[in-house]
Nanobody, 126 residues
């Protein structure tokens, strides 16, 4: 079992920056595919960034590519999402997710992830 707790959300003006964190506890000795998903009001959940904790490869949604950076600190068991040049359309609840296997072609499918955090809200004003 893995427990995930997000933090770092808040309100920011367009063009600003924010860093989200996701602290993992429990069975953290294994490697995981981890991702950040977001859900805007009235919309479905969207995967925005992904990373495999056993390597360095990352993947981003086109909507955030070049602006967001996902990273993982194995020593701290913490996942990060650095959000730069934020836009009002980035406003959403952000969730981190983990699945105990290598990131495969399934990684954008939220149903494939077993472990989820409770979410942290990001609001971007224009």
């Amino acid at each position: 079992q893995v427990q995930l707790v997000e933090s770092g959300g808040g309100s920011v003006q367009a063009g600003g920056s924010l860093r989200l964190s996701c602290a993992a506890s429990g069975d953290t000795d294994r490697t995981y595919c981890m991702g950040w998903f977001r859900q805007a009001p009235g919309k479905g959940r969207e995967g925005v960034a992904f990373i495999y904790t056993g390597g360095t490869s990352t993947l981003y949604a086109d909507s955030v590519k070049g602006r967001f950076t996902i990273s993982h600190d194995n020593a701290k068991n913490t996942l990060y999402l650095q959000m730069n040049s934020v836009k009002p359309e980035d406003t959403a609840m952000y969730y981190c997710a983990a699945e105990k296997r290598w990131c495969g072609s399934w990684l954008r499918d939220e149903a494939e992830y077993k472990y989820w955090g409770q979410g942290t809200r990001v609001t971007v004003s224009s």
